[in-house]
């Protein structure tokens, strides 16, 4: 049923007027905020591969290995930070306003979906 309401030219110009108006998710943001957070996960991924082989590699006379540790700390600080805050900021938004089987499409008792039923006239 949904693919089919997607579909039509009035809920396509809805939509349009919920974005202008800031009140919906335009298409590109999902797809661009994803791949931003995939492009950060695989710099931490990067990150943390690069100090493993540079701690794994032979060190120079009287450098102490805890200090190659900490040239890749603030790299990977910041990464995991980044990652964070989009866990905490960038929900996986969706085209719908509710889930499929929430049951808000459901007609309502007594009445045509969208207008109260009950309280005062």
């Given at each position: 049923?949904?693919?089919?309401?997607?579909?039509?030219?009035?809920?396509?110009?809805?939509?349009?007027?919920?974005?202008?108006?800031?009140?919906?998710?335009?298409?590109?943001?999902?797809?661009?905020?994803?791949?931003?957070?995939?492009?950060?996960?695989?710099?931490?991924?990067?990150?943390c591969a690069l100090a493993l082989a540079a701690l794994l590699m032979p060190a120079q006379p009287g450098m102490p290995r805890f200090v190659v540790a900490l040239w890749?700390?603030?790299?990977?600080?910041?990464?995991?930070?980044?990652?964070?805050?989009?866990?905490?900021?960038?929900?996986?938004?969706?085209?719908?306003?509710?889930?499929?089987?929430?049951?808000?499409?459901?007609?309502?008792?007594?009445?045509?979906?969208?207008?109260?039923?009950?309280?005062?006239?």
């Open positions: 049923m949904r693919a089919a309401a997607a579909g039509t030219e009035a809920v396509r110009r809805l939509a349009d007027g919920l974005e202008r108006s800031g009140l919906a998710v335009p298409d590109g943001a999902r797809t661009t905020v994803a791949d931003g957070v995939r492009q950060v996960r695989a710099a931490a991924l990067a990150v890749f700390a603030l790299p990977l600080t910041l990464t995991l930070s980044c990652l964070a805050i989009a866990r905490v900021e960038a929900h996986p938004y969706s085209r719908w306003a509710s889930p499929p089987d929430s049951g808000c499409s459901a007609p309502c008792p007594g009445g045509r979906p969208g207008r109260a039923t009950s309280g005062p006239s």
